[in-house]
């Protein structure tokens, strides 16, 4: 199978938080991730404006960039129209989007495992149902949905013991219990052209395929789906943190909307040998 995609690897001399004053006086007022209690919050997810720490951000690319799209503050490139966006402090941010809060919904500490942590983002932001049937984002906790219900946070019993956190949504996600968190190096650059010749994994019809790629911290992007396809193009840029040393996981899926997406293709990506710096 014929799957074309180009990356690049990209650094800076200087971070965004020396270009932009502004920004790093935001951050100052972020007392804590958007999602989460923990105190240094190092990403932004730049359509609502918000910090957001490195595990939560994980779970923010793995919804997609429909929903999330998701800056490093001090990896990647920002313009000054996206730092004048970034929203005044976590409190008020969450005044919003965390107003009504139903107790089936345990907001995630910094040690609560993936899973909670999943739940608790996506309803945040997607809502209730599957963006896929609702085709929009209704944000479950919101302010214009119900009364004043403030969140409880997990209690330790849903703490992450040593990784299984870590797990996505898929079953072929398993992750190492002495692992320990990965450092980033940097961010690629992926510009997600086609596939030529996948499987047909429908009965009546041909595949409906999506590719994701992914670090080993269960941190992932993925592009659109293109519908009934097996020749898909994508023409998609997207962004992922990563480690040079640590090829990431290139998959080719298809979505399915009455039983789990099939697995179509799958490799690595040796960054530190395959990659173009730029």
């Not at 503050?73 to 402090?89: G, P």
Request: hydrophobic share 35%; with cysteine; aromatic share 8%.
């Amino acid at each position: 199978k014929n799957i074309t995609f180009t990356m690049a690897a990209e650094a800076e001399s200087k971070t965004p938080l020396e270009i932009f004053p502004k920004l790093a006086e935001t951050v100052k007022q972020w007392t804590q991730c958007a999602d989460c209690n923990d105190p240094h919050p190092k990403w932004a997810e730049l359509d609502r404006g918000i910090l957001i720490c490195i595990q939560c951000s994980g779970v923010h690319r793995s919804l997609g960039t429909h929903v999330s799209k998701v800056r490093s503050i001090t990896l990647d490139k920002w313009t000054q129209e996206q730092v004048d966006n970034m929203q005044e402090s976590n409190i008020e941010f969450n005044k919003k989007y965390e107003y009504h809060v139903p107790k089936s919904f345990i907001k995630p500490t910094h040690k609560t495992r993936r899973d909670i942590r999943t739940k608790y983002i996506k309803a945040k932001y997607i809502g209730l149902e599957e963006f896929k049937v609702t085709k929009k984002l209704i944000p479950a906790f919101h302010v214009d949905q119900y009364g004043p219900l403030p969140p409880v946070f997990a209690s330790e019993q849903y703490d992450d013991k040593g990784g299984a956190g870590a797990a996505g949504d898929h079953d072929d996600k398993k992750v190492n219990k002495d692992v320990g968190m990965v450092t980033y190096t940097g961010v690629i650059q992926i510009h997600a052209i086609s596939a030529d010749d996948l499987p047909k994994a429908d009965l009546f019809s041909d595949s409906d395929p999506y590719a994701v790629f992914k670090n080993t911290e269960g941190q992932a992007v993925k592009t659109k789906v293109i519908d009934d396809n097996n020749d898909p193009t994508w023409n998609e840029h997207l962004v992922l943190s990563v480690n040079e040393n640590i090829p990431i996981i290139i998959q080719v899926w298809d979505e399915d909307d009455h039983s789990k997406d099939d697995l179509l293709a799958t490799g690595t990506l040796n960054i530190a040998t395959q990659c173009e710096v730029g």
